[in-house]
Nanobody, 119 residues
């Protein structure tokens, strides 16, 4: 009954920007740390950003630090990822979930949203 629905992906040129959204339901969103993950074809899924309950602490993968900004809206139970200065290596399917490292990620995952950075 947990639902995670990502949106906002698309095709963008290098240096461009996208804003991803994750609409959630079926769990107490405000009490969960939330993360964005991405997976490129043939590669392992990797965590790119996390935000704590109430947004007091954030984490970013080194390769996206300074370019991506994670945020949350607890009233709307929605997670966002603002992606600026996009690079071709950012191309992947992006997913949201609670951090799997904390044993709290939900199953099944959402459909993800495709981000393609290409000229």
């Amino acid at each position: 009954q947990v639902q995670l629905v990502e949106s906002g992906g698309g095709l963008v040129q290098p240096g461009g920007s996208l804003r991803l959204s994750c609409e959630t339901s079926g769990f107490s969103f405000r009490f969960y740390e939330m993360s964005w993950y991405r997976q490129a074809p043939g590669k392992e899924r990797e965590q790119v950003a996390s935000i704590s309950q109430s947004g007091g602490h954030v984490y970013y993968l080194d390769s996206v630090k300074g370019r991506f900004t994670i945020s949350r809206d607890d009233d709307k139970k929605t997670l966002h990822l603002q992606m600026d200065s996009l690079k071709p290596e950012d191309t992947a399917v992006y997913y949201c979930n609670s951090p799997c490292s904390h044993g709290a990620c939900h199953d099944p995952w959402g459909p993800g949203t495709q981000v393609t950075v290409s000229s």
